[in-house]
C-alpha cells in the first residue's frame, strides 16, 4: 500500500489516479495549506504589476491555487513567463488558463524537477539584466533561485501566497497511521516535502518507518536521516512512483 502524504487536494488527486492504475493507495496529508490575510495586499500588488514582469516563478500547484484565486477578473498577460519547477505545477498553471506556450520548465524527462533544473535548462541562457522577476511560494522557502536571478542583474520580488502547517492527526487519519504501524513493512511513503518527513518523525516510532518514496535527492537525505530504512527516489510522475513502488 503506498501512503501519499502532499496536501490536500493533491494527494486525493494522486490516490484516485493511482488507484485507476491499480496501484494500491491512501491518502495521509501531512502538511496543510493554509491561506493568510497577511499575505493578500502584497498578492493583490503583484498581480497588478504582473504586466510588467518577465518571468514570474511558481514554486507548487498551491502557490498556483492561492495566487490565481486572488486574480479576479485578470487574465494572465500577454509576454508574460511563468516559470514552474515540475510537471504538477505545469498541469496547475494550464487549468488556471495560462498557456503553454508561456509556461517555462524543465524538460519532461529531466532527471531531477527543481529550481537548480529550471534554472540550468531554461533560465541561464536569457538576459536577467533589468528584468523584472516575481516568485511565488509558501511563507518559506529555498531563495537559490532569487539569489541567482538577482546574481544576473534581476529585480526579483518574492511573494508569499500561502502557508503551509502540520497536519493534525485526527479521526480517519489517527486511524490510518495507526493501521501503517500495525503493518510497517505492507506500507510505503510517498514524500514530496521535506518538511512531512519531520513532522510524521514526531508521530511514528523509528521501528515503524521502513519505505519511503522520495521526489527529490533534498528530501530522500531526509528519509534516510528520519530513520527509513529503505530509501528510493523517484521522478514525480504517476509511471515511475509505480516502477519505484514495486
Not at 536569457?126 to 538577482?150: N, P
Not at 502547517?165 to 514524500?191: S, V
Not at 534516510?224 to 528510493?232: E, L, N, Q
Request: with cysteine.
Amino acid at each position: 500500500m503506498l501512503v501519499v502524504t502532499r496536501p490536500q487536494p493533491q494527494a486525493g488527486q494522486w490516490v484516485a489516479a493511482l488507484q485507476a492504475r491499480g496501484q494500491p493507495a491512501v491518502a495521509l496529508p501531512l502538511l496543510r495549506i493554509e491561506d493568510d490575510p497577511r499575505f493578500a495586499p502584497a498578492v493583490a500588488a503583484a498581480w497588478q504589476a504582473l504586466p510588467q514582469t518577465t518571468l514570474a516563478m511558481f514554486v507548487s500547484p498551491n502557490a498556483v491555487a492561492r495566487f490565481f484565486a486572488a486574480a479576479g477578473a485578470a487574465g494572465w498577460p500577454a509576454g508574460v513567463a511563468a516559470g514552474a519547477t515540475g510537471p504538477g505545477t505545469v498541469a496547475a498553471l494550464l487549468e488556471a488558463g495560462v498557456a503553454e506556450a508561456d509556461i517555462v520548465a524543465p524538460a519532461a524527462d529531466a532527471r531531477h524537477f527543481d529550481a537548480d533544473t529550471l534554472w540550468q535548462q531554461r533560465l541561464a541562457v536569457r538576459a536577467w539584466a533589468g528584468r523584472r522577476v516575481l516568485i511565488v511560494r509558501g511563507e518559506s522557502g529555498r531563495d537559490w533561485l532569487a539569489d541567482t536571478l538577482r546574481q544576473a542583474g534581476a529585480a526579483v520580488e518574492i511573494v508569499s501566497a500561502y502557508r503551509s502547517a502540520p497536519a493534525p492527526f485526527e479521526g480517519a487519519a489517527l486511524q490510518t497511521l495507526a493501521a501503517i504501524a500495525d503493518d510497517p513493512a505492507g506500507h510505503a511513503w510517498l514524500f514530496s516535502s521535506s518538511k512531512a518527513i519531520e513532522h510524521l518523525a514526531q508521530h511514528l516510532l523509528p521501528q515503524h518507518r521502513r519505505c519511503a518514496l522520495a521526489t527529490h535527492p533534498r528530501i530522500a537525505a531526509t528519509a534516510r536521516a528520519a530513520g527509513f530504512s529503505t530509501v528510493i527516489e523517484t521522478r514525480p510522475d504517476l509511471a515511475a512512483v509505480m516502477a519505484a513502488a514495486g
